[in-house]
Structure formats: structure tokens, C-alpha cells
């Protein structure tokens, strides 16, 4: 009864997408377990480019059942929506292989609007959330007022229960943030039309998950997000509301940790970031905009969610060993390696330092107010300047591409198992 467990090790944006798209092929069940459509995860397979927010990557192979997880917060108008894009490329979309958890949180228009006015007020301090109204959802899921996906199949008390949301939500918005407030009916009534659509995908999921398993089918936990943005382990307070984390796996879906088998943990080979936040490797300058690229091809650092550009630095091995630790990764998957092609020199962040000197991983915490003293330690690895893009097997590889690789192996002590070299399903190398 396998469960493999892919896993972001950074900030987000590691390539999840291509990974989990892989990974599916031989695959039974998908399953998101935390977040919401803040996820952008993207799949390029021909010439078609998928990105998705909410309905897990696997669901492009067509013998995957997928899942929405209970430990994930849920925009009704964002799902349809990506339905609706799955079906005009033929992908196909029905009860039968997409499941949503009753017990996963409603995300409604009010949170999205609570969400902008919070990290506004937030002044220089923002978070820069992208404000899809991730916080919010779970700070009512917390605080035991939220809405779950499952109150939309009663008809009968549904209704009342989003007018007393909306409500509550006008108090806050004029009350906290001076906001004006929101027609309550109006609101309402188009939520209502939205959610209704979702009526046929409810169900409990945990009992379909845990038979699976039973019966041996291969089940893929598919993270969003990355590990450095996990609400209890990441840098807080500059994270997301949810478990990143391979921790988060077994609540967000309700099953046990015996069937684990693998945990991989995708990293991109260089760092970065969207949003606020400390981020010791980042850089600026030409090295920034040779590794962010113009925005001009669809894997150019640009958020798949807001198109911010996202923050861009080198790797930052201490936070891996660090990702590593926290989630149990048994193997790494080394993304967007052919972004590297053309340096002359490249840095790694093997150490920090604070106050000139070397800090112990045992001093190390990962919250925004630690990290922000730590001054990268770097060693400089040789360049390459061949064009990766058709490497298929370890050996097309340059000499100083798969020193690079493993100088990452030896620092960390995790395998790398898999490196991507393009965003194409095929831009991929086994390593046996
Ligand atoms: P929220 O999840 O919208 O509340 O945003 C909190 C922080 O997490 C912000 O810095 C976002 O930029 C970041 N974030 C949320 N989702 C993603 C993601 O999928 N990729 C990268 N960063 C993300």
C-alpha cells in the first residue's frame, strides 16, 4: 500500500507540477491535502500548457482518480473555472474521478476581500499574500466559524449560513479595515449558484483513500506550496496559513503514516521566493535577471498565480538540509538545472554565519527574525556553458553540471534521483 509524497523543499515554485505530472503516470489516486488555488502549479506536455490551482496536476493522465483533500481550503468559482479549462483540452472532468472532501473549508469572496485589507494594513510589513483569502479561510477554520465544502449539500440551512458569513464579514471589513461593505444578498446568491455546481464531486474522502491503499494502489500526495512557507516550520510570520510539510499529509487527507514509501522533496537549482520575507542567497543586478529571465517564456520566474516577479538567489543548501530534516525526504528531484547553462561561476550557500561567526544547526530557527541575521557562506562551483535542454541520460550531462549535482548530493546527504533540463514532460534524467 504505497504513498509517495511529493514535497516543495523552498519557497514554492519548485516545479511540483512537472514532478507530481510524472509521478501520476503510474499512479491511482492524487491528492492535494493544504492550500487553496494560491497554488500554481504548471504542466507542459506538446504543445499544451496546463496550470492549475486547485484540481491536482495528476488529473491530466486519464486514469488517475483524483482528490481534493480536507485540509484544503476551497474557491467554488475557482474549481469550476478549472474544470471548465480541463474539459476544452480534453481532459475529462465527472464524479467518477474527482472527489472534493466535505470537511475541507469553504474560501468565499469575503475572504478574498478580508485578505487584500489585512496585508494592506499590514503597511511595510505585509506579507504580500496572494490574496486569494488563504489566511482568512483557515483563521475561521480555526476558530471553528468556518463554512466546510459539506454544508452545501443542505439545501435547507446553506443559505442562512452564508447570509450570517457575509454578514460577519461586512462587521470586520468596516470594523478592522474601514472597508465599505458587501451586499449580503447579492453575495449570497452568487455563491450559492457557484457552490451548487460542486453538489456531485462531495463525499468523505478518507474511507476512498484508506481502500485504496488497502487494495495496493499506488496513492501520490501532491504539496503545494513549499516547506520554507509551512505555518508551524516555515518563516514565520512571512508563510502560508497551512501544513506544507509531509506532516501535513496525514491530516490533510485523513489516513496513516504506515504506507509512506517515498518522500521526495523537488528543489529548483537555484532559490526563490515571492512575497515578503528574509532570504539570505537572494540577489540583484545581473545575476537576478539572468536566473529570473524578461518573463518573455512561460517558465521565466513570474508568479503562475499573481505574475509578480518572484525573488530570485542561489541555492541555499543550509535550508535544504533544513527541508530535509523537517519532512523526512528520502530523495531530491533537481528542477530547472538548464537555467544554470551560461554562468561562469556559480555560488551555493553552504554555511551562515552571524555576527562573523559560523552558526551551529543546532542555533539554526527558521522564523523570519533568525533568518534575517544569517549571512550566507558561499562556495563557488565552475560554470557550464552547453545548452542542457536535449540531455536525456546522467552521462550527456557537462562534467561541471553533474559536479554541481553532486556537490549538492555530498552537502546534504540526500540522492538526487531525477533532474528536470526544460518544462517538457521528456526534459527529464533518470539517475539509476
Ligand atoms: P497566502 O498563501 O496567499 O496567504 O500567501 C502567504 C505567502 O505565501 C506569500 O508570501 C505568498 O507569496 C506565498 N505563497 C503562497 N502560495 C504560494 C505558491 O504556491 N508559491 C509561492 N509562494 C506562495
Redesign the pocket.
Known sequence: MPLDIVIGTQ???EGKGRVVDLFAENSHLVARYN?GD???HTVTVADKIYKLHVIPTGVIHPQTFCVLGNGMVINPGTVIEEMDMLRSTGVEINPARLMISDAAQLITPGHRLLDRAQDAALGKNQ??????G??PAYVDKAARSGLRVGEILDRHSFPDRLRAHFTDINKRLSALYSQPEIDVEKYTAEYLEKAESLRPYIKRIGPEIQTALKMGKTVLAEG??GSL?DLEQGTYP????SCTTAAGVFSGLGIGIQPVRKVVGVAKAFQTR????PFPTEQAGEIASFLRGSGSKPWDEFGT?TGRPRRVGWLDLVLLRYTQEINGLTELFLTKLDILSGLEQIQVCVAYEREGRKIDMLDFSCDAKSLAQCVPVYESLPGWKEDLSLCRRWQDLPVNARAYIEAIEEKTGIPITTISVGSERTATIYRD
Open positions: 519557497w514554492g515554485d492550500g494560491n497554488a500554481g506579507i504580500g499574500t496572494t490574496g486569494r488563504i489566511g503545494a506550496q512557507l512571512f508563510v502560508t496559513s515571492v512575497g515578503s520575507g498565480t
